[in-house]
């Protein structure tokens, strides 16, 4: 079974930056593209980052852009996301997805 398994959250304070980790198994990881998203409280999911296999990265939100980036570790089967300068609004749970499937989230809570 595809399993996708983000880690890393927690309570921040503004300004802020916290590395979340995503442990992906059940499929070959390093053939397939991986993104990020996430769900603020009441809101819809909304579409982050994305990185392909070479691990280039695309940019779908401008509301993290030059403060999230996402990475990978093929080697590992991990993906990664590095959040800076955190904000409120940045509240949310955060999920990993390789298009297919969606795992279980990691909560994220800046507090102002």
């Known amino acids: 079974d595809v399993q996708l398994q983000a880690s890393g959250g927690g309570l921040v304070q503004f300004g802020g930056s916290l590395r979340l980790s995503c442990a992906a198994s059940?499929?070959?990881?390093?053939?397939?593209?991986m993104e990020w998203l996430r769900q603020a409280p009441g809101k819809g999911l909304e579409r982050l980052l994305g990185?392909?296999?070479?691990?280039?990265?695309?940019d779908y939100a401008d509301s993290v852009k030059g403060r999230f980036t996402i990475s990978r570790d093929n080697a590992e089967n991990t993906l990664y996301l590095q959040t800076n300068n955190l904000k409120p609004e940045d509240t949310a749970v955060y999920y990993c997805?390789?298009?297919?499937?969606r795992g279980q989230g990691t909560l994220v809570t800046v507090s102002s």
């Open positions: 990185i392909n296999t070479r691990g280039g990265s695309i």
């Open positions: 997805s390789n298009l297919k499937v």
């Open positions: 059940g499929f070959t990881f390093s053939s397939n593209y």
